[in-house]
C-alpha cells in the first residue's frame, strides 16, 4: 500500500507543525522512496536530505542509520561513489557501535560494490567477506545470495579459474 502510504506522507507534511521533528523525518522520507520509484532522483535525494537534517536534530540513531543507508542507494545509483562510500563508513560505524548486523551487513554489502567498482579486489573480497558473516546472522536469504554472488564476481576478478571452482 506504497501509494496511499505516499499520499498520507504528503498530507501529513502539510498538516504537521514544524516543531513535530520525529514525523516529519519519517514524512520527508516516505515522499523520498515515493520519488525514487518515479524516477525523480533529485526530487527523492532532496527529501531524504530534509529527513537527515531533521533525524541529525533529533538525534535518533537507528532513524540515521536507515536515512544514511537509502543516502547511499541514491548516490551510488547516481555514479557518486565517494559520497556513497562515506554515507556507509558512518552507517558501519555507528552500526558496529551497536552490534545491529543488519546494518552492517547492508554497509559493508554497499562498500564491497564500491571496492570492486574501483577494482580495489581486496577490500571488495574482505568487505563482502563480512557482510555475508552478518548477513547470515539476519536470516535475510535474498540478501546473503546478492553477498555471495559479490563474492563470486570478486573471486573471478582475481582469478577466473579459482571462481569457477568456488561455484
Known sequence: EFQQALTWAQQALAWLPPAELTWR????????????????LDVAHRQMQTALELIQVIGNPH???????????????AGDLHQTVAYLRTVLAEARTVGDADDIGH?????A???????????????ATEACEAIQRTGDSALLAM??????????????????ERC
Not at 31 to 38: A, K, N, Q, R
Not at 107 to 111: D, K, M, N, S, V
Not at 113 to 127: D, G, K, S
Open 63 to 77: 532513524f540515521l542509520r536507515a536515512t544514511l543507508g537509502q543516502l547511499s542507494s541514491f548516490s551510488l545509483m
Open 107 to 111: 554497509a559493508q554489502l554497499g562498500l
Open 113 to 127: 560494490q564500491v571496492a570492486y567498482e574501483w577494482n580495489e579486489l581486496a577490500a571488495a573480497h574482505t568487505a
Open 25 to 40: 523525518s519519517v514524512c520527508h522520507g516516505v515522499v523520498g522512496l515515493g520519488e525514487l520509484l518515479t524516477g525523480r
Open 147 to 164: 553477498a555471495t554472488l559479490l563474492l563470486v564476481r570478486i573471486a573471478c576478478a582475481q582469478s577466473g579459474y579459482a571462481a569457477q
